[in-house]
């Protein structure tokens, strides 16, 4: 047997179930929902944390949904379904309204009845109260004061739950009516569409933020939204604002002003201060002075010690000193930048060295002039321009002043003037300098040797040799020739003269230094170039040979454990023979060449030809000579029996011969053959 019960049915187990629905905003999926409960005799559920029972009303994130089936036959911890995303909730609905229209006395013994002549959100409730049965005549009495007119009054009106039944109740009398009203709630309405998102206030409009359809600003009173993205438009371009609200008209108030007063600084007055009616105020010089914080010099006058320096009508000032900034430091073998707002004199101290770089002339008046001195104890200042070019080297001890002759670029045109250094003194006839003068121009008299001269006022004699022809004095030769050389004479001049083979030259000249090494021909072992000559044991390298007997030459070859494939390089300056005694693995091109530093064209003259051999192993596939190239330049080689080869000859050796013949630049005719060895 089943009953009705809350949200379900009751079958014969004796179980109350339903499905409860609960909700959570979140920006993003949330975890499934753990715990809560459900109280069946309060009809009250707790939630898990985090979550509620109904959807939010406005929200900003998406709402998601869990679901559980609720049973009061096992009443355990719910257990819920994995989030979903649930629909935003509508706009809540209009309130339900209950009036109370017409009321009809029916007859008697007939059931009362309730119309509604409204809506289901405006019910207009119609009553029809049957009239009570006729009793028995009773007795005529007598007549009565006239009784008051029954009332009908509305009561309380309570929203039921949804789906309840509609309930009335009189909490008056019968003849003074009080109805009170229980009227169920209608059913959820369907979700309602997302509304229009509302305006982003972000105060007044900028020119530097960059704004989003939707932003609103405010700007000169007026407010504005954002109806594209833009950066820097300014309000009320109607490609990117709309107005919001705009700006009002300026009021036109008047007033009544009783008083006008003016006050003013000490170096001004005022006259006819207050106006209570009409009048001028009159503002004027007072002869206090401005004040140098307020831009003014803070004197009235302007001679002797602490006054402000004026110019005469000349543009000139007169003063008993002026002192300049300076920078004593000490050197750090750094650079040092100056600006407009560096000091002008510079003193170095201490030793290591030290850079300046002057300021950019753009910024300095022409004439603008800076001072060095070096007072190190060693090490030098390099004055730079603004480009980092040197401008002076100043040495230990120097002094130099650099002043600006052109400011049209940033280097500038610099001017140097170098003075005297610390350790130079001089009077009227003397100089005396302790170090050492490079790059100048001697105009006085005869230097004398034991001051560092030649002690000689006549001109030298051009390409002689200079010596010393007593203590005190020097002299020159005569010059020499380029077949001469010079002789020493312990007691004489030395002069220029040929070579003596006997006198001049002794002992054997090695092949080192380009000589023989032997005091005979033929202990020297060379090759003469006249008559018969038999040579045995020896190399000789691109030599020429016309209308030689030889016999028994012996050629350079390389045998190399290399399979043959791919291109190989043939080199004609290190061999005449090549073989290769690993199978080959493929077919191979062969590019002759010098050697790996110079190119077969540049080694061989037109007309002249070499001729080399190429041995090849071949196992059971016979590879052969596909291609042939000269300094990587293709060729075709002219075969033996007029047909080139289209294999090799397997399991053997094949025995490849090349001439070669250059016959124009970088032009050669190839004779080829192969022959097989087995």
Do not use: C
Request: avoid cysteine; charged fraction near 5%; hydrophobic fraction near 35%.
């Amino acid at each position: 047997m089943a009953t009705s019960g809350l949200y379900g049915s009751t079958y014969s187990y004796g179980g109350t179930y339903f499905e409860w629905f609960i909700f959570k905003e979140s920006a993003t999926a949330p975890s499934t929902p753990t715990g809560g409960s459900w109280n069946f005799v309060t009809n009250v559920g707790t939630t898990p944390t985090g979550w509620t029972t109904i959807p939010p009303a406005s929200p900003t994130y998406t709402v998601y949904a869990s679901i559980a089936i609720i049973n009061s036959a096992n009443a355990t911890t719910p257990t819920w379904s994995t989030p979903a995303a649930w629909v935003n909730q509508g706009v809540a609905g209009a309130a339900a309204t209950v009036a109370v229209g017409s009321t009809t006395t029916g007859a008697a013994g007939t059931s009362a009845s309730v119309t509604n002549s409204g809506s289901t959100s405006a019910a207009v409730f119609n009553f029809t109260i049957p009239r009570g049965d006729t009793g028995a005549t009773g007795a005529t009495g007598a007549t009565g004061a006239t009784g008051a007119a029954a009332t009908i009054t509305l009561g309380t009106v309570t929203t039921g739950a949804a789906g309840s039944s509609v309930i009335i109740t009189n909490s008056g009398t019968s003849g003074a009516a009080v109805f009170n009203f229980t009227i169920p709630r209608g059913d959820t309405g369907a979700t309602g569409s997302q509304g229009v998102p509302g305006i982003n206030w972000l105060g007044t409009w900028s020119s530097a933020t960059t704004y989003a359809i939707r932003d609103g600003v405010a700007y000169n009173g007026s407010s504005y939204y954002a109806v594209a993205a833009s950066t820097n438009q300014v309000p009320p371009n109607a490609t990117y604002w709309n107005v919001l609200a705009q700006r009002g008209t300026d009021g036109t108030g008047s007033g009544t002003v009783t008083s006008v007063a003016a006050t003013v600084p000490a170096f001004l007055s005022v006259a006819g201060s207050p106006i209570t009616s009409s009048g001028t105020l009159a503002i004027s010089y007072s002869g206090t002075a401005l004040p140098v914080a307020n831009g003014g010099t803070g004197v009235t006058s302007s001679s002797g010690a602490n006054s402000v320096v004026l110019r005469d009508a000349n543009v000139n000032i007169s003063a008993n000193a002026v002192s300049e900034g300076y920078s004593n430091v000490a050197a750090a073998g750094t650079t040092t930048t100056l600006t407009v707002a560096s000091v002008p004199n510079y003193v170095v101290t201490g030793s290591g060295g030290q850079t300046y770089k002057l300021p950019d002339a753009t910024t300095l008046s022409n004439g603008a002039n800076y001072t060095f001195n070096n007072n190190q104890s060693s090490g030098t200042i390099v004055v730079q321009n603004n480009s980092t070019t040197t401008v002076a080297t100043i040495q230990s001890g120097g002094f130099v002043d650099v002043i600006l002759l052109n400011n049209s670029t940033s280097a500038g045109t610099w001017d140097v003037h170098t003075f005297a250094p610390s350790n130079v003194s001089w009077s009227t006839n003397t100089l005396d300098y302790a170090g050492s003068i490079t790059s100048a121009t001697w105009n006085g008299t005869t230097v004398a040797y034991n001051r560092g001269g030649t002690g000689q006022s006549s001109a030298f004699t051009q390409y002689g040799v200079t010596y010393a022809n007593a203590t005190t004095s020097l002299a020159t030769t005569a010059a020499g020739t380029s077949t001469t050389v010079l002789h020493g004479n312990a007691s004489g001049a030395p002069t220029f003269g040929a070579v003596s083979l006997t006198a001049d030259v002794s002992g054997t000249l090695p092949i080192a230094n380009g000589g023989t090494g032997a005091t005979t021909l033929a202990g020297a072992s060379i090759v003469t170039y006249t008559g018969t000559e038999t040579l045995t044991n020896k190399t000789l390298t691109a030599p020429a040979i016309t209308n030689a007997l030889v016999t028994g030459i012996r050629e350079t070859a390389t045998v190399s454990a290399t399979a043959a494939t791919g291109t190989i390089n043939f080199d004609t300056l290190t061999q005449v023979v090549l073989y290769y005694t690993t199978n080959a693995s493929g077919n191979f091109t062969v590019n002759f060449r010098g050697s790996s530093g110079s190119t077969l064209d540049s080694v061989m003259s037109t007309g002249q030809s070499l001729s080399t051999t190429f041995l090849v192993t071949n196992g059971s596939t016979a590879y052969y000579n596909s291609a042939v190239t000269v300094d990587g330049t293709s060729v075709t080689p002219k075969w033996q029996g007029g047909t080139a080869p289209t294999s090799g000859n397997a399991s053997s050796i094949d025995s490849y011969t090349y001439v070669i013949i250059k016959t124009g630049s970088a032009t050669f005719t190839v004779l080829a053959s192969i022959t097989k060895f087995a």
